[in-house]
């Protein structure tokens, strides 16, 4: 690490806390913005989350458009057409608010307001030119981080396969974390959602690309989420429980914006291009067997996490710590009900094999994985989690 030079960035503004979302109409203002496009999705207007942050854009004398068209884990066609409708408003700031569907196709809305061509231009690193028009980020979910990361992602159906965005550009100018917003998500939804976040947490802390400042990120949110996810999941308004999992959120994205993922994202993209698994339930899926396959690399960090998710390590040889890691990840997400195996979302025996090979495709994140992965090694870690 000595002698390594790491960039860190997350948004200009992180605003936290319940009842954050009545902030949104001063910050549009702050941004210069008079006429505002808002996406989200169409749940979240049927629960009328979006009211609140209407008025609040309303009471400032901002007008504003909302657009709810809005894909689960969306495509690239639901997105081009979220861009054209944002395009054609001609709005001067850019509000998203949901979980992370939402807040991608926002992202992509915005890029696509000042640079030009499609969303398809963009798929890669660093390829976007310029900022688009101001924008804030509003999860309503505990687990993508989208709302602080430079990534996004997209379904491409003719490919099978998720593709990204990433960006500096595409970071929000205002992130506005409420943990109030997330009191509604159904108990499927937060475990899914809060596996997502620990997979971030857990990739970013043992990433190559890992440096004090994720660390510090990262393992907070394994240890928030340790002590919350279960309660969140069993009793969806427990308010200190949403609060830990919305803060565990919003680390692992500072984390992952800066470390970036790997093996676990790495092995379950194609089980949502290929399969269409919830991003979630694909990673929570691969996560303990991403991560005993890591341990070698890095047995203090491994038993680091072990600790934070309340695992007994005192007297443990560093091994041993290690290995109690991944035990944990299982436990957890057995007990908030998330599948065990890949073969209860149907994947069969012979699905391995495109897996392997749309795996080995993820450069971007393999880069990242502290041990080196050859395809048999992708195929003996699928073939584990069948
Ligand atoms: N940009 C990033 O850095 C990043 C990181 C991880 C994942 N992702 C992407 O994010 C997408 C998944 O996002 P997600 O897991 O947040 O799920 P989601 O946005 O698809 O939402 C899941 C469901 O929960 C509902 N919902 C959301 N908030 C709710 C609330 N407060 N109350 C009730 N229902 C609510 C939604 O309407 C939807 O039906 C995937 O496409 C994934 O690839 C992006
Ligand atoms: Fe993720």
């Not at 992180?14 to 008079?34: D, F, M, Q, W």
């Not at 709302?147 to 500096?168: D, G, H, M, Q, R």
């Not at 949403?242 to 790495?266: C, Q």
Request: glycine content about 10%; proline content about 6%.
């Amino acid at each position: 690490m000595t002698g390594t030079v790491r960039t860190f960035r997350v948004p200009a503004q992180i605003s936290y806390g319940c009842g954050a979302i009545e902030t949104v109409g001063v910050e549009a203002k702050r941004l210069g913005g008079s006429r505002a496009f808002v996406v989200a999705d169409p749940n979240l207007q049927k629960a009328g989350i979006p009211d609140r942050l209407m008025a609040s854009l309303q009471g400032q004398g901002i007008e504003a458009r909302l657009f709810v068209d809005v894909e689960p884990e969306p495509s690239v066609q639901s997105v081009t057409a979220a861009a054209a409708a944002a395009k054609e408003y001609r709005g001067d700031v850019l509000v998203g608010i949901g979980g992370g569907s939402a807040l991608d196709t926002a992202k992509a809305a915005v890029v696509l307001t000042k640079n030009p061509g499609s969303l398809e231009d963009y798929f890669g690193i660093g390829l976007v030119k310029q900022r688009g028009v101001p924008a804030i980020l509003v999860p309503t979910t505990s687990g993508t981080g989208a709302e602080i990361t430079p990534n996004s992602l997209f379904y491409v159906p003719a490919l099978k396969e998720k593709k990204a965005v990433v960006s500096p550009h595409t970071i929000p100018d205002v992130a506005i974390i409420d943990p109030l917003l997330t009191l509604s998500v159904p108990p499927g939804v937060t475990a899914a959602t809060g596996m997502d976040a620990l997979s971030h947490a857990v990739e970013a802390y043992t990433s190559q690309n890992a440096s004090p400042m994720t660390d510090l990120y990262a393992l907070e949110a394994v240890r928030l989420i340790g002590t919350h996810l279960r309660t969140a999941v069993a009793n969806g308004n427990d308010l200190a429980a949403r609060e830990g999992m919305a803060k565990a959120s919003f680390y692992a994205g500072i984390a992952i914006g800066n470390a970036g993922t790997n093996i676990v994202h790495a092995l379950a993209y194609p089980l949502q291009g290929q399969h269409r698994i919830t991003h979630g339930v694909a990673n929570s899926l691969l996560l303990p067997y991403g991560m005993e396959f890591n341990a070698l690399s890095n047995l203090r960090k491994f038993g680091a996490i072990a600790e934070a998710l309340g695992e007994p390590v005192v007297g443990l040889s560093p091994r041993a710590a290690a290995a109690k890691s991944a035990e944990a990840c299982r436990l957890l997400s057995l007990d908030v009900g998330i599948p065990q195996r890949m073969s209860e979302v149907g994947i069969r025996p012979e699905h391995i094999g495109v897996l392997v090979e749309e795996a080995m495709k993820q450069t971007r994140l393999w880069a990242n994985n502290p041990r080196q992965v050859r395809s048999e090694d992708a195929r003996a870690i699928l073939e584990k989690a069948l």
